[in-house]
């Protein structure tokens, strides 16, 4: 099998990058270990998606089936279901599903398989290993899909945006949500969702606070916790035991790297890219929650749609590099997408989280010699937000560092 573009993921940002790819005119097939397309959206049935993409606000479901609809009717996009792919070969990628295993050969390919939840194994939570302890996407999967209720008091370990918004889920069917716990004097989820979620449910959110130890045989019984120190260290005085029945897991997510051989980034966990989010491997591109973790489903989408251009371009053998600068994260920015310039002839979006909460400052964008060539203000900003900085074509003729003003 043969085609210019080969798209590796079904969700949000597989789909998006698709759809582009075959509007210019690229054979395009999209590669999905489900048996659906749409990812972690069909369980994601509160609102809030597609105001940035399609101009109106729609719940998970409804915003991957505009998407489907889209991707079905497109020509030029083969769809392959309970298909999983077992190597890649550069461009091309090994798969098997019920017709066999067998290569599919394309001339570009994207990464977009997206991340999976860390769990308790990879948090090294401590104390006994019952049943009740789960990540929040299984609880919400058992909640929207299964219509099954996980627990009835219940714990939530980190303040990720899924965590949060199983506080006000599972408090809506009838759980006593009775706190959620960050280790980080920050949250990291977004401002919106503390206080619609947790706000006005009266759910208390405890800062800089763990989980110490796990009680109970073969359910949860309760925890012991208390808060930690900067360097995440116990601070034994403060230990307290807090009965449940259920321990939500959200702290945070994992790219699905295992079959890539690329250099990884320390930070994100996952590949560096260019401007055009091409990896170190020519002709692989990657986007959404592969490369890095997003706040909205809308900038996974939108970000694809570049993926799925420049393959096309790169398909086509139209895609040249003009340049070589490298983009660094300076003071107070924790990493920045893309990691190089390759060609500075168009406008350039950087994509960058920081590290600790700022307000009333500014986010420079200097050069090697230390010049200003792109600033933005911002009156607040949280590391669970992502931020982006445009810089104009033309501007950038060297090595840059993004750092927030004044640190």
Do not use: W
Not at 79 to 104: L, P, Q, R, W, Y
Not at 322 to 335: F, H, L, N, Q
Request: hydrophobic share 40%; proline share 2%; glycine share 10%.
């Amino acid at each position: 099998m043969k085609f210019d573009v080969i798209v590796i993921g079904g969700g949000p940002a597989g789909m998006s990058a698709a759809l582009e790819s075959a509007r210019n005119g690229s054979k395009t097939v999209i590669i999905e270990r489900n048996s659906f397309l749409g990812g972690i959206l069909k369980q994601c049935i509160h609102n809030g998606f597609g105001l940035h993409y399609f101009k109106e606000e729609l719940t998970g479901p409804e915003f991957a089936k505009r998407f489907i609809d889209l991707v079905e009717k497109e020509k030029n996009i083969t769809i392959m279901t309970n298909t999983f792919v077992t190597k890649i070969n550069g461009t091309n990628v090994e798969v098997s599903n019920d017709k066999g295993a067998f290569e599919i050969n394309g001339k570009a390919l994207v990464l977009a398989m997206g991340c999976r939840e860390r769990t308790a194994g990879n948090i090294l939570l401590t104390g006994s290993r019952p049943s009740g302890i789960m990540t929040a996407g299984e609880a919400q999967r058992l909640v929207n899909i299964h219509g099954k209720l996980p627990g009835k008091e219940v714990v939530i370990l980190g303040s990720g945006d899924i965590g949060l918004i199983m506080a006000r889920r599972l408090t809506l069917q009838g759980a006593k949500v009775k706190a959620v716990m960050e280790i980080n004097p920050t949250t990291s989820g977004l401002r919106r969702n503390i206080v619609q979620c947790l706000d006005d449910f009266n759910i208390p959110l405890l800062m800089q606070t763990s989980i110490f130890d796990v009680v109970g045989s073969s359910r949860v019984e309760g925890i012991y916790y208390g808060q930690v120190d900067d360097k995440y260290n116990r601070i034994d005085s403060s230990k307290k035991f807090m009965s449940c029945d259920l321990i939500v897991l959200s702290v945070g997510l994992v790219p699905e790297t295992d079959l890539v051989d690329l250099p990884l980034s320390k930070v994100t966990k996952s590949v560096f890219v260019d401007n055009n989010l091409q990896t170190a491997e020519s002709g692989v591109f990657a986007c959404g929650n592969f490369l890095h973790v997003h706040d909205l489903v809308d900038n996974v989408a939108l970000e694809s749609k570049l993926a799925g251009i420049k393959a096309s371009e790169y398909a086509k053998g139209k895609l040249k590099k003009s340049c070589e600068y490298r983009v660094e994260a300076g003071k107070g920015i924790s990493y920045v997408v893309p990691s190089s310039i390759t060609n500075n002839l168009c406008e350039i979006e950087i994509r960058f989280r920081i590290r600790q909460k700022v307000t009333k400052t500014n986010f420079v964008l200097l050069d090697n010699l230390g010049n200003v060539i792109a600033k933005k203000y911002v009156l607040a900003s949280l590391p669970g937000e992502m931020q982006t900085i445009t810089v104009k074509a033309g501007v950038i003729k060297s090595d840059v560092t993004l750092a927030v003003e004044g640190l």
